[in-house]
Every structure is written in structure tokens, then in C-alpha cells.
DNA sequence: ATAATTGTATTAAGTAAATAATGCTATAGA
DNA sequence: TCTATAGCATTATTTACTTAATACAATTAT
């Protein structure tokens, strides 16, 4: 059940990223508990103490909520899981755009290029 | 002059990617003689041994070639830029791609998603 | 009541990346 | 010839990330 993880970026920012989508596609509903940090941390194959901080760091970002003793729960603000639905895809497609136009291809040409990957693969 | 790094990827390899851009947009000419590492570190305001270090890679990449006390010099070799120029955007689309449907959203949806940001923005 | 489980905190150790400072060898150019 | 500059090497320090090993307080479940 281990994770795979890139070397890139932090694996605890990449779990934030994972959890993230778990409530955005709804694996991960309104309200729900979540596994402790000890099993989310066998789960994803890291150590407690990096789940921990992935966990704490998803808090401060109020999608999810700690119940001291009786453990982690998905927040019930439906709001700010609409606002994840939309802001995810958002945020790819913002970052595609500056990599391609970075690299000189212009923005009407970007949807040819990626008809063209499409077709091609 | 000096140049804007995430904090998600290793400097050292956010430069390689830079040099690489430089080659294939044709800021950097094939044969052409590029600075030397102490004045690219001043450039891109990183360490010298940063630089260093990304520019040996940059080598056994095939994109540059030491030239022991007279410089660094961008490779003649124009089947190797041009497979550069191919292939950044080819990388970024990929990824691209893999990040929407991961996220959810279905091939043939992806088309629409960007051209609706697009006009949003 | 008591044991297990919860989130949380602490201290230590290892690793990789980045910076800093310095020195070497070889050669191009004055 | 001699100086400046090239790539390259070495050693040390700092910081961030990860893992490890515990420990504690509170509450849930038995």
C-alpha cells in the first residue's frame, strides 16, 4: 500500500497534495475520520513524525480538523472542498501554460500541441 | 540578473533545466562559448559549486563540452538540440496530462477544461 | 478501573543541498 | 615570461527533510 514518491519535491508536500485530492474526488468525504497518523504513516509508507507534519500543515489549510483524543476528521465546510474541486485543476492548468509558453510555444498553439500528443500517443 | 528558484526542486537542477531552455531557443548558439562558472553563478546569484555542479550534468548530457582551461562550450551536435527541442514540451504536456486525469479529469474532457482558462483569463 | 488509542511533543541522528573559502593545474593572452 | 582566467577539487558549515525512538495527556473501549 506504499506510496511512491517523487525527489523533487518534499514528500510531505507531495502527501499534502495526495490528501488534498482524496477530498477532492470525495475518497475522503465531508466529515469522515480519517486513519491515525500512525496508520496513515504505515499507509503511505513514511515516518509518523512526516505524516505529522503533512497533517498539521492540511489543518492550518482547514480541510481537515484534529479532535484532540478521538482523532482527525475531514472538514464538513463544504465551501472550502468546492473551492479544492476547482482550485486543483486550476492551478495545473496555470503552471502548463507558463511551462509552454516558457519554452516558446505560444498560447494558440498550446491546444494544437496537445491534440498533437494525444493523437500521437 | 540573478534568477527566481522554487523552493520544490533543487536549484541545481531548476538550472539545468534553464541551460537547457537556453539551447533550445537558440539563446545559446551551437559552439558558442558560454560564460564561465564563476560569472554564470554570479548570474543566475547562486554559489559557484552549484553552478558547477549543473553544468557537469549539463556535460553528461551531451550539452556541453569542457574545454579543460579555454571555457565551456554549447555542443555542435544539432540532432541533440533538436531532440531538445522536441522533447521539453513533450515532457511538460506528459505531465501535464498524468496531473488532470490524476486529479480526475478525463482525456477527452482536458481540451475543454484549458480552452475554458483560457478564456477566463 | 484499566488498557489501548488518539494527537502531540521532544531529542537525536543521518542525509542531501547549498554556501563559503581556498587552492590546484593548465593555458590563453599581454 | 608572466599574469589572468579557465575548469576542477577539497574541506567545512548551515539548513531542511526524513527517520528513529520515546514520552505524555486525554479519551475511548473493554
Same mark, same amino acid.
Given at each position: 500500500? #506504499? /506510496?511512491? =514518491? #517523487?525527489?523533487?519535491?518534499?514528500?510531505? *508536500?507531495?502527501?499534502?497534495?495526495?490528501? @488534498?485530492? $482524496?477530498? *477532492?474526488? &470525495?475518497?475522503?468525504?465531508? &466529515?469522515?475520520?480519517?486513519? $491515525?497518523?500512525?496508520?496513515?504513516?504505515?499507509?503511505? &509508507?513514511?515516518?509518523?513524525?512526516?505524516?505529522? /507534519?503533512?497533517?498539521? @500543515?492540511?489543518?492550518?489549510?482547514?480541510?481537515?480538523?484534529?479532535?484532540?483524543? $478521538? &482523532?482527525? =476528521? !475531514?472538514?464538513?465546510?463544504?465551501? !472550502?472542498?468546492?473551492?479544492?474541486? @476547482?482550485?486543483?485543476? /486550476?492551478?495545473?492548468? @496555470? #503552471? =502548463?501554460?507558463?511551462?509552454?509558453?516558457?519554452?516558446?510555444?505560444?498560447?494558440?498553439?498550446?491546444?494544437?500541441?496537445?491534440?498533437?500528443?494525444? *493523437?500521437?500517443?
Amino acid at each position: 500500500m #506504499s /506510496k511512491t =514518491f #517523487s525527489n523533487n519535491m518534499p514528500i510531505y *508536500a507531495q502527501i499534502i497534495d495526495m490528501v @488534498k485530492l $482524496s477530498i *477532492a474526488l &470525495g475518497t475522503y468525504t465531508p &466529515g469522515q475520520k480519517i486513519p $491515525s497518523v500512525r496508520d496513515l504513516a504505515i499507509e503511505y &509508507g513514511v515516518n509518523p513524525n512526516t505524516m505529522q /507534519k503533512a497533517l498539521t @500543515k492540511l489543518e492550518e489549510l482547514h480541510l481537515l480538523r484534529a479532535e484532540r483524543t $478521538s &482523532g482527525r =476528521f !475531514v472538514t464538513l465546510d463544504t465551501d !472550502v472542498i468546492e473551492g479544492l474541486k @476547482k482550485e486543483i485543476p /486550476k492551478k495545473i492548468i @496555470k #503552471s =502548463f501554460l507558463q511551462d509552454m509558453e516558457n519554452c516558446g510555444i505560444k498560447t494558440d498553439q498550446i491546444i494544437e500541441h496537445v491534440q498533437q500528443y494525444i *493523437a500521437e500517443n
